[in-house]
């Protein structure tokens, strides 16, 4: 492989020490035999200590802000510049892979190790952020750490609760955290040069055509609803078909619906992830169904009118069928655009590893949604077996983690920012 001598001797970074940490915070999960790690958790707690001793490792000061990511500073040439910011989550999904998020962490603080063996200071500095909350699967928020660093955090999260009814609030003081300090954490435009994250592209692109890493053009906007449709609960033996108001059955036609609508268009994606029945007995006609809707598309305007469309279309099913519709927006995220000179430098940083340039969109979310507010953003893909993710499946090849790192590296060490206008 042809490839330009870094100034940074690359041999300083470690694929294996990458999967080996992968492998280590893959045992903190609340599932047995599994990955399962949610926002304040005491899996998360031990997790962060990994992190945070890591970081220090690394160089850096390394600390838990205000609203629990795990936070870590490498000060570039003199104390106090402003930060190139890297990172990804260290949350994960309900049974997860090891690589959603903890990658773009761990091949972020091993680049900063190969700084600080080499001595190497940079006209800048850098941040490096694990966000607590990336998913939102405990309290049914997301980018909660990414908020709170972008200083967007809406106040009104500290209400949401999880599945035991504890409010997030109440679950941060359990943590040790002060909801009334979530502000400490918040950066500024000022204080952040870029952000960029390292993510495996959890789709078959990549694979496909046979690329180790490529460059992110545009994160798809989102759409989530909370769903309950309203019936009536009877004997299963007794009310006769024409009689009932099943709220399951509408449901059920609800979903299919939903299916039909993405289907239509190419691009255009929705899923239905979480279905419950109440009161749940056999031989009970369900009297409520609560579920769930995620709408995504590479353009705003052709999720928006998906949108309209699925909700006018629930609510007529609902109607002829004589039960009540109940939906609650949850998330509504346009699309972010990565920017084109960080674009052109995590190319051009791809280049010097002699590989070409693939550019693609991604389809998955990701913090840079939320850090947009402040900083423009950019992001790195690494290919990940046969596109799967959010999945105990989820892996990835130890030379495609090395590739990513030393991409990630040269970008680093090459960053430049553009002249502010
Ligand atoms: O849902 C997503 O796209 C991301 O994994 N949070
Ligand atoms: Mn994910
Ligand atoms: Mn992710």
């Not at 967007?152 to 679950?171: C, I, N, P, S, Y």
């Not at 299919?256 to 749940?280: C, D, F, N, Q, Y």
């Not at 130890?398 to 060490?413: K, N, P, S, Y």
Request: proline share 4%; glycine share 10%.
């Amino acid at each position: 492989m042809n490839t330009v001598s870094s100034k940074i001797p690359a041999s300083l970074l470690s694929a294996r020490r990458v999967m080996d940490r992968a492998d280590a915070l893959a045992r903190h999960s609340e599932l047995p035999g599994g990955l399962t790690r949610v926002y304040l958790s005491a899996e998360q707690r031990a997790a962060n200590g990994l992190v945070l001793g890591w970081m220090l490792e690394a160089g850096m000061d390394a600390k838990l802000d205000a609203i629990g990511n795990c936070a870590g500073r490498y000060e570039g040439a003199k104390p106090g510049l402003p930060c190139l910011m890297l990172g990804s989550h260290l949350d994960t999904v309900r049974d997860a892979g090891r690589y959603d998020g903890m990658l773009g962490v761990i091949t972020a603080i091993d680049c900063v190790h190969a700084l600080n063996a080499s001595g190497k200071r940079l006209p800048f500095a850098i941040e490096v952020i694990g966000f607590a909350d990336e998913e939102g699967v405990r309290f049914g928020t997301t980018f909660l750490g990414s908020r709170a660093v972008a200083g967007t955090f809406k106040q009104e999260a500290l209400d949401a609760v999880d599945e035991d009814g504890m409010k997030l609030a109440e679950a941060m003081r359990g943590f040790g955290l002060d909801p009334a300090r979530i502000g400490e954490a918040a950066h500024s435009r000022e204080t952040v040069l870029a952000y960029a994250e390292l993510h495996i592209e959890q789709g078959p692109v990549l694979e496909a055509e046979g690329h180790a890493v490529g460059v992110v053009t545009a994160i798809n906007g989102a759409t989530r609803y909370a769903f309950e449709i309203e019936g009536f609960a009877g004997h299963a033996g007794t009310v006769p078909m024409g009689l009932r108001k099943d709220a399951l059955a509408a449901a059920s036609e609800c979903v299919l619906a939903i299916e039909a609508r993405a289907s239509s268009e190419p691009e255009l994606v929705a899923t239905v992830g979480k279905l419950e029945t109440l009161p749940g007995a056999m031989n009970v006609i369900p009297g409520r169904v609560r579920f769930s809707l995620d709408l995504r598309a590479p353009r705003d305007a052709q999720r928006e009118t998906a949108v309209a469309e699925v909700l006018a279309k629930l609510q007529a099913v609902c109607t002829r069928r004589g039960v009540t519709l109940h939906a609650k927006k949850m998330h509504d995220e346009p699309v972010a655009r990565c920017a084109d000179w960080i674009q052109a430098q995590i190319g051009a940083a791809i280049q010097e590893e002699g590989r070409p340039v693939r550019r693609l969109p991604s389809g998955a979310g990701h913090d840079g949604m939320a850090m947009q507010a402040i900083a423009d953003i950019g992001m790195l893909f690494v290919r990940c077996k046969s596109g799967v993710s959010h999945n105990p499946a989820e892996a990835i090849a130890e030379e495609d983690a090395e590739t990513a790192t030393r991409v990630l590296l040269r970008f680093i060490e090459n960053f430049t920012t553009p002249a502010r206008p």
